[in-house]
């Protein structure tokens, strides 16, 4: 079993920065790929972000040069740093991992989701 737990999210005001933080525990073997992801209600789960675990990254062009996503491997925690906020980034997000367990199965596991809100 793995899990992931997110933390960070809430209220802020637009122009202003969130910190999302999500750490990974359980039969974890190594961590591949990690990454965030938002939903709208009623939309479809979109990248944000995504790091590798060389620390290749890659964005989706609506956070490009606001949003800055990075990784602890000695912690299996990824972290989103989210600057310049706009109303339109009000979403939930949801943090990713790859992971290779112990039992030598490659899956992907998902954060319960954490909720974002800019206001105008």
């Known amino acids: 079993q793995v899990q992931l737990v997110e933390s960070g999210g809430g209220l802020v005001q637009a122009g202003g920065s969130l910190r999302l933080s999500c750490a990974a525990s359980?039969?974890?073997?190594?961590?591949?790929?990690m990454g965030w992801y938002r939903q709208a209600p009623g939309k479809r789960r979109e990248l944000v972000a995504r790091?590798?675990?060389?620390?290749?990254?890659n964005y989706a062009d609506s956070v490009k040069n606001r949003f800055t996503i990075s990784r602890d491997n000695a912690k299996n925690t990824v972290y989103l740093q989210m600057n310049s906020l706009k109303p339109e980034d009000t979403r939930v997000y949801y943090c990713?991992?790859?992971?290779?367990?112990?039992?030598?199965?490659?899956?992907?596991?998902w954060g319960q989701g954490t909720q974002v809100t800019v206001s105008s």
């Open positions: 990713y991992a790859n992971c290779r367990t112990y039992s030598g199965g490659v899956y992907d596991y």
């Open positions: 359980g039969s974890i073997f190594s961590i591949n790929a």
């Open positions: 790091i590798a675990s060389g620390g290749s990254t």
